[in-house]
T-cell receptor, first 112, second 114 residues
């Protein structure tokens, strides 16, 4: 499997519920980022968490990072129809190379 | 404050033709990255450039693909003699400098090879 794998691959929930997506990676990282991609569009940066951070909040988003388990989670609270999109985690490896390695994404559908 | 711009948004080429994709980074950004996304997949890194320099091209196919970021003008991703397998969305991202971890993405160019 590749660096940065999201789980689940697809998730459908009712509007107002919370959505949780997970990401696992293989090698040591400098930071981990979450992006959103609406169908047929470019990526929108959501949040960045550094390797020495454990949790970060931004609005309705909460990201956790467990470097011992090489995993991260993205929680979207009080979901809205507009949150329907694909969500990708991307890792920046710790030897100073800035290229991002993306997972295959979680496709989130919010049912009104 | 214009974001990353890419053009064209859609490009159709016949097999054997050349494709040129352009990317203008955000104002003040001097680092450009190209990624390719196949249908239903995540983005795959292709190349990382600074002005007049290729920093990392480890994700570029060895043949037919080239990239540049000249002193003046946009970054160009060039694909020669396109094949059907080149059909994908190509995204450009930019960042301010080496210490800015956040990359800002353009809307992408969707290349279709017929």
């Amino acid at each position: 499997s590749q660096q940065g794998e999201e789980d689940p691959q697809a998730l459908s929930i009712q509007e107002g519920e919370n959505a949780t997506m997970n990401c696992s990676y293989k090698t040591s990282i400098n930071n981990l980022q979450w992006y959103r991609q609406n169908s047929g569009r470019g990526l929108v940066h959501l949040i960045l968490i550094r390797s020495n951070e454990r949790e970060k909040h931004s609005g309705r988003l909460r990201v956790t990072l467990d470097t011992s388990k090489k995993s991260s989670s993205l929680l979207i609270t009080a979901s809205r129809a507009a949150d329907t999109a694909s969500y990708f985690c991307a890792t920046d490896l710790n030897f100073g190379n800035e290229k991002l390695t993306f997972g295959t994404g979680t496709r989130l559908t919010i049912i009104p | 404050n214009a974001g990353v711009m890419q053009n064209p948004r859609h490009l159709v080429r016949r097999r054997g033709q050349e494709a040129r994709l352009r990317c203008s980074p955000m104002k003040g950004h001097s680092h450009v990255y190209w990624y390719r996304q196949l249908p239903e997949e995540g983005l795959k890194f292709m190349v990382y450039l600074q002005k007049e320099n290729i920093i990392d091209e480890s994700g570029m196919p060895k043949e037919r693909f080239s990239a540049e970021f000249p002193k003046e003008g946009p970054s160009i991703l060039r694909i020669q003699q396109v094949v059907r397998g080149d059909s994908a969305a190509y995204f450009c991202a930019s960042s301010r400098d080496r210490n800015s971890y956040e990359q800002y993405f353009g809307p992408g160019t969707r290349l279709t090879v017929t």
